[in-house]
């Protein structure tokens, strides 16, 4: 084949390709607004308003990226009763101390058992829960955790997730886990580990784990 032909047919299968691939999603205008207003009030000056509309802008951006991930709470058969999806985005504190917060959750009900999912993006949550959960990997500090008669704890770890399910005394039991930028908790008031274990496993984390850049 002359040089041109192959320059031409290898032309051809990369815009095949990128013709294959969707273009990304177009920004919300609403957050692109909030950008926008946010630039002016700094050009003119005006601080709070700047810090108001940024805050805005996040709270958009935050507000549609929970949203997507809200399709991995778990689906239960019946004669599971699913809630509906509750999705919550918001900021604690100004200024430098700002807490940016975005959870998606679903309550799921059998007789008297009360399951709680939620999962979280929420950059400063994640990283205060990340130390402790870190310490899971020093075997002393396990073993530590798990000597204590009041509390049940096993570590569970796959798919690049680390976390801990433990059954309280009083019969709750509950899973925190997290993946780099993605947290998942699921909270049972009556219940014990298996049925935890049983939601946890439900849960498609490899995608999720994805689905959070």
Same mark, same amino acid.
């Given at each position: 084949? /002359? ?7 290898? %032309?051809?299968?990369? %815009? ?5 691939? #969707?273009? #990304? ?18 050009? !003119?000056? @005006?601080? =709070?308003?700047?810090?108001?509309? %940024? ?6 951006? =935050? ?6 991930? !809200? ?8 004669? &599971? ?14 200024? @430098?101390?700002? +807490? ?8 799921? *009900?059998? *007789? ?10 929420? #950059? =400063? ?9 870190? $310490?899971?990997?020093?075997?002393? $500090?396990?073993?530590?955790? =798990? ?33 780099? /930028? ?5 909270? %049972? ?9 049983? +939601? &946890? ?13």
């Amino acid at each position: 084949m /002359k040089p041109q032909a192959l320059a031409l047919l290898l %032309l051809a299968v990369v %815009l095949a390709r990128a013709e294959d691939k #969707p273009p #990304p999603p177009a920004p919300d205008a609403a957050i692109l607004a909030a950008i926008d207003k946010g630039r002016a009030a700094v050009a !003119a000056g @005006k601080a =709070q308003d700047a810090v108001a509309h %940024l805050h805005e802008a996040i709270r958009l951006i =935050q507000e549609t990226a929970i949203k997507g991930l !809200a399709a991995f709470l778990p689906k239960r058969d019946k004669p &599971w009763t699913m809630g509906e999806i509750d999705t919550s985005t918001g900021t604690w504190g100004t200024g @430098k101390d700002a +807490f940016q917060w975005a959870h998606t959750s679903r309550a799921y *009900e059998l *007789e008297e058992q009360h399951v709680t999912v939620t999962i979280s993006t929420s #950059p =400063q949550l994640i990283e205060a829960q990340r130390a402790g959960l870190e $310490m899971l990997r020093n075997p002393q $500090m396990r073993a530590m955790l =798990q000597s204590d008669e009041n509390r049940e704890l096993e570590v569970v770890e796959a798919d690049g997730w680390l976390g801990m399910v433990t059954t309280d005394a009083g019969g709750g039991s509950s899973v925190l886990a997290m993946h780099k /930028k993605v947290m998942v908790s699921i909270d %049972l008031a009556q219940g014990d580990a298996a049925l935890a274990k049983e +939601f &946890w496993e439900a849960i498609d984390r490899k995608g999720l784990g994805e689905a959070v850049k």
